[in-house]
């Protein structure tokens, strides 16, 4: 398995973007078996919730509440970032990146937290 570090965290204005980097570290063999990277969030007293995802091929998903607003991307095969503009309050939370194997394992990162201040 890959071993992922989030990144690029903070504290920020509503209104306000981040950028948030995942780097994945590991053997060849690992980092070619991910066939898809994502974002996820959990917010104090809240499970954790899908923000978005792509797949090896590029193919995103964003949640509802993301759609519009944040962007997915991936550098190469071992970096993902998420762009987050107009950010809001309600998107303050601990943000993790998340590694999906082919045979449906995953990985996590240790969480990055982003706090949106009204």
Not at 7 to 10: D, R, T
Not at 31 to 35: D, E, G, Q
Not at 100 to 108: A, E, F, K, M, T
Not at 115 to 118: D, L
């Given at each position: 398995q890959v071993q992922l570090v989030e990144?690029?965290?903070?504290l920020v204005q509503a209104g306000g973007s981040?950028?948030?980097s995942c780097a994945a570290s590991g053997s060849i063999f690992s980092?070619?078996?991910?066939?898809r990277m994502?974002?996820?969030r959990q917010a104090p007293g809240k499970q954790r919730e899908l923000v978005a995802t792509i797949t090896s091929g590029g193919f995103t998903n964003y949640a509802d509440s993301a759609e519009g607003r944040f962007t997915i991307s991936r550098d190469n095969a071992k970096l993902v970032y998420?762009?987050?503009n107009s950010l809001k309050p309600e998107d303050t939370a601990v943000y993790y990146c998340n590694a999906?194997?082919?045979?449906?394992?995953?990985?996590?990162g240790q969480g990055t937290q982003v706090?949106?201040?009204?």
């Open positions: 990144s690029g965290g903070g981040l950028r948030l980092i070619f078996s991910i066939r994502g974002w996820y998420l762009q987050m999906l194997y082919n045979n449906n394992g995953d990985s996590w706090t949106v201040s009204s």
